[in-house]
């Protein structure tokens, strides 16, 4: 009840406090500009000039202070060491590519992001042309894009009790060996086996992605002008050349960005791997490797903050290529 009425107060502060900075903002560049007198036209000029930096002011603030500051205090403390007391340049860049979790983070992330967006956009692609042909869609587009209100930490959790393991004469509470024992075979410890566990993380966040894409791509395919649809189908075209030489063509900037957006979410993926096995049994990935090096044990805000700057560089040049495609779409 406590954090219930917390977070309503941080709604009601928020909300009147923007109202009350907007409406107090104009009053006084009324005040100083007034949209009267001799100078009514040059003051509404220079009024409108700066306007738009009073709505933009504060988001400004907020981002530089919450994203540029901790951007430049993290490159700072990459570049000392652990307790960041001393200046050691790149040592902390040179000790992640020699050490072996470091690669072993690396070369995993690099394996989520060749599964994770393909299976999502291909299975969210198929989820949206199926859908819109069938008579119940609505509810089957419900029933997949509901993962999408989970929690990361909530699905890592139910997808740990689906490969929970039990020993072979208990009854099994986990879902696959249930199912495994059922068809005769042996419970496994499905996460720690080598290198299949990590094959079965990445379902977590493909079960929880896939509604994502279908949500986007089943309104691009809506897009469609149906003129086109039409003329090849009088021109023979079966529904799978319809779906693959017509509809797919004509949507692949749609894809493109719901592709990078997933890879954003796979780069920074920490939650499912901390909760399922905090990146035992060769599945670490470079947000837990960070976490463990921050936090955890002795910290060591050097190494932490170099593993984030790699992060963050591996991000970046998505994020832009997916900001340009956006606007290329817009416009």
């Given at each position: ?261 997933i890879t954003i979410v796979v780069l920074k993926v920490f939650d499912i791997v901390f909760v399922m096995t905090n990146g035992q049994w060769g599945t670490q990935v470079l947000a837990n490797l960070m976490y463990d090096w921050m936090f955890r044990g002795t910290p060591d805000y050097g190494r932490g903050s170099a593993i984030a700057i790699v992060l963050m560089l591996l991000v970046t040049p998505i994020m832009i290529w997916n900001i340009r495609n956006a606007r290329k779409e817009v416009r």
């Open positions: 009840m406590e954090l219930f009425w917390l977070a309503a107060r941080t709604i009601v502060i928020g909300v009147f406090g923007c109202v009350a900075w907007f409406w107090g903002s104009n009053m006084v560049l009324d005040a100083i500009y007034p949209p009267r007198g001799e100078k009514a036209g040059d003051n509404i000029r220079r009024a409108n000039q700066i306007r738009p930096w009073l709505f933009l002011g504060p988001a400004i603030l907020f981002m530089g202070l919450y994203l540029v500051y901790p951007v430049l205090d993290s490159l700072w403390r990459s570049l000392h060491n652990a307790d960041g007391s001393r200046f050691v340049g790149v040592d902390n860049y040179t000790w992640a590519v020699g050490d072996a979790k470091f690669r072993e983070s690396m070369r995993n992330n690099m394996l989520w992001l060749l599964v994770v967006p393909a299976l999502s956009t291909l299975f969210g692609l198929i989820a949206a042309q199926l859908t819109d042909r069938i008579r119940w869609g609505n509810i089957g587009k419900s029933l997949i894009f509901m993962p999408m209100a989970i929690s990361f930490v909530g699905a890592g959790v139910i997808w740990k009790f689906i490969y929970e393991y039990r020993d072979a004469d208990e009854t099994q509470i986990g879902l696959l060996n249930y199912l495994v024992t059922r068809l005769g075979g042996d419970p496994q410890l499905w996460l720690t086996l080598i290198p299949w566990n990590n094959f079965f993380l990445m379902i977590v966040l493909v079960w929880i992605q896939t509604g994502f894409a279908m949500v986007i791509l089943s309104a691009a395919l809506r897009g469609i002008p149906e003129e086109t649809i039409e003329a090849a189908i009088l021109d023979g075209a079966s529904p799978l050349q319809v779906f693959f030489k017509i509809k797919v063509p004509q949507i692949m900037g749609t894809i493109a960005v719901v592709w990078t957006t």
